[in-house]
């Protein structure tokens, strides 16, 4: 049943072309990597490239990443904990991306998008900390691309067997996290010796 929808909704989405990409990461009903996978389909298919389609997952993810940040910012917790079970994120969600903002400061932004859990709820304390817009941004797209990368890249090999793109995808996300979490750590380390000598 939940196959059938998912289905139907990545048809409607694929004859949007690019936008539908964009459209599916934007609206999260389905896993962002579902969309890029079926992403990676429509080029093997032939029906857009592999540049476009990059460019699309990275804006829709960035945007949806925009709609919390703005959510926390101007709603603030109590808005989502209220609101934010439309969006499939719980008050659980919330605490642990809170706990973790607040104990790796802004650079978890980039590495969080790579772990279960957080890896949308960032989003959320980012906006309630009124971390800047900008850096918020940056940090964001930054994680972003490389993970629509991967999964376009992936959905395009497996072709007709995209739907595998997750099982597929295992071997290539650990490196990825690893990488992202020494860059993480760097940057903690980094920031608190500018403080200790400031």
Known sequence: MMADFINSILEFLSQLGYFGI??????????????LGYGGYMISQGHINFVGAVIAGTIGGTIAQLFLYWAGYYGGRPFLEKYGKYVFIQKHHIDVAENWFKKYGVGVIFTAR???VVRHAISIPAGIAKMSFTKFTLYTVAAILPWSIL???????????????????QPYVLPILIAAIILGVIYFLVKRTKKTTD
């Open 151 to 169: 999964f376009i890249h992936l959905g395009k090999v497996l072709g007709s067997n995209w739907a595998d793109v997750k099982e597929f995808a």
């Open 22 to 35: 964009a459209l599916g990461l934007m609206i999260e009903i389905i896993p962002s990597e579902i969309v």
């Open 114 to 116: 790579f772990i279960p």
